[in-house]
T-cell receptor, first 113, second 108 residues
């Protein structure tokens, strides 16, 4: 535990508004990831970044955007284009993508009404 | 296509009974597989990975390439094992592909 923080724990927004979810890690990990967790669907990858200033789309990137300007930070913006934004969002990090395990943050539950 | 399937959404057993959580995968190449666990109000965390060949909290999982399976087993379930379990496959691009998850409920 520890090392990866996500804030806030709960977030409420009105439909049509963009919202940014924070993810910070102090584990000196190169790789960071954003997942969306929905009941019965497991975790689905939104975006990932293997190194600073670089990121790639995951399986469900539409309606989301990210930046990776610092090694420690990988914020996720849920835009108004995301059709079903209400979900539990998990951030993770790992030393690299190809060998090491991923460590997960506590998650942010976003509710859009 | 790369895919992980966990056929059971919910598995309910009594304390002391054996438990097996099923995981099947589809992958061309040599797979790397993991089991992650999420206890109530806790973070998702790694339980075990097949390359380590460890037993963690009494759980084991054997990779069966012939049946493309990586089932998680424990001979005697405990109440504290109640949690959500996810099987995951590391893809060629380094990403993790997760199954839908199985909720394990161990009754006293």
């Amino acid at each position: 535990d520890g090392g990866i923080t996500q804030s806030p724990k709960y977030l409420f927004r009105k439909e049509g508004q963009n919202v940014t979810l924070s993810c910070e890690q102090n584990l000196n990990h190169d790789a960071m990831y954003w997942y969306r967790q929905d009941p019965g669907q497991g975790l689905r990858l939104i975006y990932y970044s293997q190194i600073v200033n670089d990121f790639q789309k995951g399986d469900i990137a539409e309606g989301y955007s990210v930046s990776r300007e610092k090694k420690e930070s990988f914020p996720l913006t849920v835009t108004s284009a995301q059709k079903n934004p209400t979900a539990f969002y998990l951030c993770a990090s790992s030393m690299d993508s190809f060998y090491y395990e991923q460590y997960f943050g506590p998650g942010t539950r976003l509710t859009v009404t | 296509a790369q895919r992980v399937t966990q056929p059971e959404k919910l598995l309910s057993v009594f304390k002391g009974a054996p438990v097996e959580l099923k995981c099947n995968y589809s992958y061309s190449g040599s797979p790397e597989l993991f089991w992650y666990v999420q206890y109530s109000r806790q973070r998702l965390q790694l339980l075990l990975r097949h390359i380590s060949r460890e037993s963690i909290k009494g759980f084991t999982a054997d990779l069966n390439k012939g049946e493309t399976s990586f089932h998680l087993k424990k001979p005697f379930a405990q109440e504290e094992d109640s949690a959500m379990y996810y099987c995951a496959l590391r893809s060629q691009g380094g990403k993790l592909i997760f199954g839908q998850g199985t909720e394990l409920s161990v009754k006293p």
